[in-house]
Structure formats: C-alpha cells, structure tokens
C-alpha cells in the first residue's frame, strides 16, 4: 500500500473514533465517513505500520444507514463525528465499542446490555464552551475550533445545544461586537439549568478588567433575563486548559440551580456537571440500582463532582462519603446536602487516590463503592485502596471504554467479578459514550464448584417447574445478584421442596458450613414465588 494509491475498500467495522475500517487485501485502513458495508473507492492519505488512513473518493455502495448531516458545519467542526450514521448505526457503534473494549482489554466476559439511547439527540446539551475570537477581518467570531486546529468556525447555532444556550451565544456576539471587547475574550462558557430554564455565563477572559465590561454586563443582562449568573474568569495561561483560577462575580449568584430526580443541585462556574440532563438521569438510575442499596450501607463515591451520584444513593443507604478534588465542587455538594435536607453524607476534598489509600491504611470497610473518574480512569492506588475495603461491590461509571476496561481487568483479576454492563448515550452524534459497570466481590459461595445434575436430586412436581439455572437468570436480571445453586437447594429444603437430605451436598465440610444469607434467601423465595413453586 502506497500513499496515493487509489483502492477499492469495503467498510467491516468502525475504529473507537468512528471512522470505518476498510481491509484491502488485508491492510486495514482508516476512513472518515465510510459507514460498515459501504464500498468506496479510496485515496491512500497516510501509511503507517500496520494500517493506514484514506478518504472517499467515490462511493460504490451506499448503506441503508447513512444519513445526511443536519449541522451546517459538520464537516469542519470537530464536536461531532456521527452525524452521517444513522441512530441505529451509532447505537451499533456505541454498543460495540464498548464490547469490544471489555473483552480486548478487559478480557472481560460480561454480557453487554443494549444501549440505553436518545430518540432524539437534538438540543440536549445543558454546557456550550465556545471560543471567541476575532477575524482576519475584525470581525467577532464563536463558535468551535475546526479539527485538529485552533481556527474558530463562526457558528450561528449548534443544533445539539439548547436553544437556550443558541439564543445566549447569539446575544453575547452581538454584545462583544457592539461594544469591541472580543480581543479580551478566550471561552464564552454557558451552562444551562433545565429544569428552570435558568443561565450561567462565564466569561473567560485575558484581563481582570477590560474597557466596556460593566456596558457589556448591563447590556446582557437587559437582554436576557435568564441569565441569573455572570461570572468573571480570568485565565493568562499559554496553555489549553479553558478555565482560569481567579473568578469574580459580575452579576447575580454564583449559583444556577438545576433538578435531577427529585433533587436540586447548585451548580457553580467550575464544577462539573453531567451535559445530558435527560440521560443523566437514565445514568445515575442505572448507578443506584447496581449498587442495590437496602438502606444500611456505607458507600464511598469517588470523583463525586457536586455530589449527584451520593445525593442519589443517601435516600438509600445509611451513610455516603462523597471525594472530589475540586474545592468549589465540594463547597456546592456540602450546600446541595443542606438544601435537600440530606445529613448522612459527608463531602470531603481530596484526591481521590490520597484519600482512598488513607482510608485503606486505616483498615476502614465499605459496603459500595461508586467511582466516576475522568477519562483517564482511576489510578492504581485507588483501585487497590478499594480492594482492601472489601466492597460487596463496585459501581464504575465512565466516559472512556478503554479505561474503564483496563480497570475492570484490574479488579476482576483480583477478586472482583464484572456481572453487568450498561452503555448509556449521552454524546449523540459524537463517539463518545457512558458506561455503568456493576462488580461483585467474589465471596465463597460463588467459587463453590457444585455441579447440579438432575438425577441426582428428588424432583418433586413443583420443583420440576423451574431449573436452578432459571432461577439464577431470573435473580440476577432482577436484581443483579448472584446466587449459588447450594443456596436454592437450602431454601427449596426450608419450603419442604426437597423432602431428601442428600441433595447436592458439598463436597466439603468447609463449604457445607455455608447458609444461604437471609437476603439472597428472600431473592430466591421472590424466584420460587414467581415460578410458583411455593
Ligand atoms: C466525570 S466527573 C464525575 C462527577 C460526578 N460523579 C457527576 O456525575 O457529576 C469526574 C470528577 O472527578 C473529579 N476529579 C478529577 N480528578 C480527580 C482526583 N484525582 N481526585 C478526585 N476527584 C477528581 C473532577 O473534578 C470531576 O468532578
């Protein structure tokens, strides 16, 4: 294969950024926009060892699920990359990335559950970040960085924003224009609560004070009454990183307040907050019912953020203790606590890590564990402070598939089992994805080695009705326990089901010892109920 080489590719799959994959004679190449089945004439752009990149230059053969990009500037703006696939096919994408990473970096064998999407991925975003700049021709520009560059493509309206968040840009453009501040600008930050409809505008800007800021200020606020929150950061670093340290107050709170399931969270300039409240609300459903809370645990939520995920679980557990190392975050958990009158939760500012191994060290334990780290995943320290807690189990939730493999590999080959797996689309149209991963600490009725066979155990006429493995299925699908078949030959016995005493026994008297645990007794009693069997 040779650079400018025209070829002939036929699309097999996508790569995790979800460019297709063609296989010329066996050579893999990498093409933007090639949809899985599609047949292209390509243009060999880039060479490398092993595989390359190309681009369409004709289409041969179109697949079903290519659609026409609905952004003006879709091809150039690096914020989407799916908008030629179809929801089906993104979900495809979605599912399989996530599969694909579990199993080959994972070597995780966990059944991936169906994607739980978007219908309509249109207006959902509650964040736009968007650079401001000015022309070759002086005049204002907003909008997003083409790929790959730092050029700011004018963009009229983001079509997965809220239109809200349109209608403010819109308004601030036509305010940096009319009183010739842009130069001072870097990011217009606009973070929208939908559940009031209420906006924050962060200006990031080069200069403590600027010519024209109160004008500007008073001008915008006229305009948008929305806008309960303008607010001043100030970022002189050469680097990328978008928000600065200083802050001030120009109008209003420093607060918006959004409500997600019942409960109302602030939300300040700096701290995170999930950009999808609709499935946000899907995701943190999701994290409370792998951690099947009975209301007496002690759970540890790592990278807490403004305490979403622990405010969630504290309505069903006895105690959480939420950790995240940014310090405005933190302030905004302790207030969101107060407000929604949660006071078994406490929040505490630390790296996640740091504070995990002191934990550790301490010998303190833990019923769940709840990590939602950045894209990066959890460092090892953190992970290996969580294994000597001893969780029962591990909520993972995660923006990156290959992190969240890697450390799911981590933990299942020390103890850990990864028993559910749970995409959630949050990014529609772009390639990223959310996952929830549900854990299970291995205890020792799940390395009982029984082997049920059916002859061996007296069947009654009820018993007949179910098989231990349909009332595992049925167990772990409802709530995603894991049951030994000992344990529902011990409650079958207690319901007079078996009237022999030499069902299945172990083989040791070691694990003969084991009693089926009154909660999983009530599981398996809710499965013999439900097969009627008792
Ligand atoms: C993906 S967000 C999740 C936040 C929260 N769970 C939510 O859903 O809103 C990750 C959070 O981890 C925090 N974080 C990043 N590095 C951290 C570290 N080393 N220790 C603790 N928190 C960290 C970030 O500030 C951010 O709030």
Known sequence: MKKNEIVVGVCEDYTNEGLGVAKVDGFPLFVKGLLRGERARLLVMKVKKGYGFAKIVELLEESGERQKPFCKIYQWCGGCQLQHMSLKEQAYFKQQKVAHALRRIGNCEAKVEPILAMDAPYGYRNKGQIPVGVDAYGEVVCGFYRMNSHDIIDMEVCPIQSDLINTCVAVMKEGLRRFGCAAYFRHLLVKHAFANDTVMLVWIVRERVFSQMQELCDWVVGKL????????????????????????????????????????????????????????KVLYEQALAFAQLSGSEEVLDLYCGVGTISLFLAQHAKHVTGIEIVGDAIRNA?????????????????????????????????????????????????LASILQMEPKRIVYVSCDPATLARDVRYLEERGYECVRVQPVDMFGWSYHVETVVQLFRKTPDAHIDLKIDMDELDLTASEAKATYQEIKDYILNKHGVKVSSLYIAQTKQKHGIIERDCYNKPKNEQKKALHCAPDKEKLIEEALRHFKMI
């Not at 709170?253 to 995170?272: H, N, P, V």
């Open 334 to 382: 302790k207030e969101n606590a107060r407000r929604n009158g949660i006071d078994h939760v406490d929040f505490i500012c630390s790296d996640a890590a740091q504070y995990a191994a002191v934990l550790a060290e301490r010998g303190k334990k833990v019923d769940v564990v709840v990590v939602d780290p950045p894209r990066k995943g959890c460092d090892e320290l953190t």
């Open 225 to 280: 009454p929305m806008v309960k929150s303008i607010v001043l950061n100030v970022n002189q670093r050469k680097d990328n990183v978008i928000l600065g340290e200083e802050e001030f107050l120009l109008y209003g709170e420093q607060m918006i307040y959004d409500t997600l399931g019942g409960i109302e969270f602030g939300i300040s300039a700096k701290s995170f907050y999930q950009v999808n409240p609709v499935q946000t």
